[in-house]
């Protein structure tokens, strides 16, 4: 697109709109309530408005005075007459209570009618406010309270006529308890007395002879003297049980003594039971008194038991009271505060009308003034004159070449329709401008777009450079011990063919020697099978030898296709073949190499190339942190584990090679004894190119490359590591096809060539 091209397209404004249907927006007028004159005559409108309304709030105050001098005088001084009515008629009511209880029978006429009359003048000033119609709701909690403590104080008139009646009652049963506890003290005292004197001197009289002492002094006398002697304490208790319960101040103390009474009751009654004298019938009728006084209808306890619970429920009425009267004088106190409030409230309307009266004139008169100078300062000078003054100052700055800044368009007048005609000719110059600039840019990404896909291009093929040296690296390493590998079942096939020449001498000696056939048949049958024997044994070797060719030449080669492969077979080559590398390389190098192989675990479906990288790479990795440590301690064997070196178990560097078989994986794990991996270590060890080796010894791709494989295979590796300790590969794999197969027979000694610990 040209400039010329660019310049010439309609382009759309801020709104949406086309600078045609811009332009033609410019010729339309606004409308008439947003006109500059519609304005200026709604300017000038609006202080005779106001004049015209402060006079009608003038006229409002001053009916506002009249009304509240009227509130005052009519409605507020005679509610607060009357609310101090009630507070006074309330006053005599709550105390009539007190004054009724300890009133005397004689009194106590006089004392209802006092509290009748008070009743009567409370109910009329509160009839007073509540036809006035003052504090509805203090009058309605008001009436409430009244109603309650008219009616304690009808239960207490209602219970009087009983408490006077039990009191003289209580008299009389006082006096005859306290009679027939004489007369039975009487009685008693003698009787026991004469008994003493019987056991002591064993006479029942000064002037008859004695009786013998196995008589007054035996133990049918002795008991008769106890049973004297307790009735005298019985009836001392019983007397001290029937004064307790006149001096009682509860109901709830009358029950126990009850109780203790009746079992006085009861001994009294076994005693005499007992005592078989005269003297003893001589008590009963007396005592059955005493009991009835006690115990009976009417008697001691009962009289004094409802006595102290009518005078209980006195004290409960007349607290009941006491509150009530004062919840009455808070209602009153409030009436009287809204009264009150409703007095001030008028009193500062009035101040407030006849204050708004006096200086309205004056304010309307400024107010004129003031709003006139107003309008024409803030809207013919701000709005109408400054902003035709910015519109020229902003034309210049446009026809000086500033096109960034945006056009201030705030408004709907005929000034703001000027402004958005300004803005749209800014908008459609800077939008030409940045076409242009679009145009440039686009050019200049394009060609760092080419120069970034080229640099990407270069990165790919310098990854895929390193990680073909770092396979061309590993087969280097493994190369010797290949070469250890081969040599062994080479070394094999030359000892059993040197063997079978041997073996051959002798067959044709045996078939030259004119021997007895059935001896020679033997001895050629023995040869025959050595013979026999050893070439089985150099084809295994041969066989051995060319597995591991292939292992090389896969390895090499990389990629591949999957099949299925014995686990424990390809474990164990690799490990030997990265046992014998090590060794090449340094002849000190020596592991223990522990095996637990799961014979069950049977065959996978894996890439045998790759997952053999894997294994290698495992254990690899697991020999140098063991070696390393060994290396660490002094580098001799056996040298004990330790900071100073002493003390602890000897510490030989092992590798674990372990595999077993689940329902769903077959896990392989390699676990060494070496140096171990820090926590922060472990997070990152499968990261590209991260190494704790040295710069010469390791690249940091074995163990990314060996977690690509694994999880390739749909498996995954994970490690575990306890610094100092151990670190433990585990590497799970799913089964699919696998299928188990039967147990490896073990290795002989002369067949595989393991290393020594």
């Known amino acids: 697109m040209t400039d010329t091209a660019s310049a010439e397209a309609p382009l759309p404004d801020g709104g949406g709109n086309t600078p045609g249907t811009s332009r033609a927006r410019e010729h339309r007028k606004p409308a008439i309530h947003l006109r500059i004159s519609t304005q200026m005559y709604a300017g000038i409108a609006v202080p005779l408005l106001l004049t015209l309304a402060a006079s009608v709030v003038a006229w409002i105050s001053f009916t506002r005075v009249g009304e509240a001098e009227q509130q005052v005088t009519q409605g507020a001084i005679p509610e607060l007459d009357a609310a101090l009515g009630v507070a006074e008629a309330s006053n005599r009511l709550v105390a009539g209570g007190p004054r009724l209880t300890s009133a005397e029978r004689d009194d106590y006429e006089a004392v209802v009618a006092e509290i009748a009359a008070a009743r009567r003048e409370f109910e009329a000033q509160l009839d007073l406010l509540w036809n006035r119609g003052a504090g509805s709701m203090w009058l309605g909690e008001m009436r409430s309270d009244a109603a309650r403590l008219s009616s304690n104080i009808d239960a207490i008139e209602a219970e009087m006529p ?50 013998p002492e196995s008589i007054h002094r035996s133990e049918s006398e002795v008991l008769t003297y106890r049973r004297w002697s307790a009735l005298s304490g019985d009836v001392s208790q019983a007397d001290a ?14 029950e126990p003594l009850r109780e203790s009474f009746e079992s006085a009751r009861d001994r009294i009654e076994i005693n005499l039971a007992a005592l078989d004298e005269p003297a003893a019938d001589e008590l009963r009728p007396t005592v059955s008194r005493l009991i009835e006084l006690g115990l009976g209808d009417g008697g001691v306890f009962d009289v004094i038991f409802r006595t102290l619970q009518i005078a209980e429920n006195q004290r409960a009425l007349l607290a009941q009271n006491q509150a009530l009267g004062v919840g009455m004088v808070n209602e009153i106190e409030s009436l009287v505060g809204a009264v009150q409030t409703s007095v001030d409230a008028a009193t500062a309307a009035s101040a407030r009308a006849v204050s708004t009266g006096r200086v309205l004139l004056v304010v309307i008169s400024i107010a004129g003034v003031v709003g006139a100078l107003a309008f024409s300062w803030l809207f013919v000078g701000r709005r109408i004159l400054r902003r035709v003054a910015g519109l020229s100052d902003r034309m ?15 408004g709907r007048d005929e000034v703001a329709e000027m402004a958005n005609a300004l803005e749209q000719f800014r908008q459609a110059a800077l939008e030409v401008q940045r076409l242009n600039l679009v145009e440039e840019l686009a050019g200049q990404l394009s060609e760092r777009n080419a120069q970034l896909s080229q640099t990407l291009a270069d990165l790919d093929r310098a990854q895929d450079q390193i990680v073909a040296n770092e396979k061309l690296a590993a087969l280097g390493e493994v190369t010797a011990g290949v070469a250890h590998e081969i040599r062994n079942p080479l070394n094999f096939v030359k000892n059993f063919a040197e063997s079978s020449g041997e073996l ?76 014998h590398s090590a060794r090449a390389q340094d002849a000190d190098f020596n592991v223990t190499i522990e095996r637990d192989f799961d014979p069950e675990l049977g065959e996978l479906e894996v890439i045998p190339q ?23 301690l002094g580098g001799e064997a056996g040298k004990m584990v330790g900071l ?97 197969v039967e147990p490896i027979e073990p290795v002989q000694a002369d067949d595989a060539a393991t290393p020594a610990n």
Do not use: C
């Open 162 to 211: 009983e408490y006077y009646a039990l009191l003289a009652r209580a008299q009389t049963v006082q006096a005859d308890a306290d009679a027939a506890v004489s007369e039975l003290t009487s009685q008693i005292v003698p009787a026991l007395d004469d008994q003493l004197f019987f056991l002591v001197q064993g006479r029942r009289q000064m002037w008859t002879p004695p009786a």
């Open 241 to 254: 049980l029937l004064a307790s319960a006149f001096s009682a101040s509860e109901s709830a103390l009358i």
């Open 396 to 410: 210049r700055t446009l026809a000086g070449g500033d096109l960034e800044t945006p056009v201030e368009t705030g």
């Open 504 to 579: 051959l001498d002798e067959l044709l000696e045996a078939v030259a020697d004119p021997a007895p056939a059935d001896d020679q048949a033997d001895y050629i049958a023995e040869i025959t099978g050595d013979l026999k024997e050893n070439l089985t044994r150099i084809r295994g070797h041969g066989d051995r030898a060319n597995r591991i060719v292939e292992s090389m030449l896969m390895m090499g080669r990389g990629g591949g296709e999957s099949r299925p492969v014995e686990i424990n077979a390809l474990l164990e080559e690799h490990a030997m073949l990265s046992y």
């Open 610 to 632: 790759d997952m053999g990288r894997v294994f290698l790479n495992l254990v690899s990795n697991a020999g140098y942190a063991a070696n390393k440590r060994w290396r660490d």
């Open 644 to 740: 100073d070196g002493g003390g602890g178990e000897p510490y030989f560097p092992t590798i674990w090679l372990s595999t077993r078989r689940t329902d769903e994986s077959a896990v392989i794990a390699v676990r060494d004894n070496g140096t171990g991996i820090p926590p922060d270590v472990v997070q990152r060890i499968f990261e590209p190119f991260f190494t704790t080796k040295p710069t010469n010894e390791g690249t940091g791709l074995g163990l990314a490359m060996s977690n690509d494989i694994v999880r390739g295979h749909g498996g995954q590796i994970t490690v575990e590591s306890e610094p100092g300790e151990y670190t433990e590969f585990t590497v799970e794999l799913p089964l699919e096809r696998a299928a188990p």
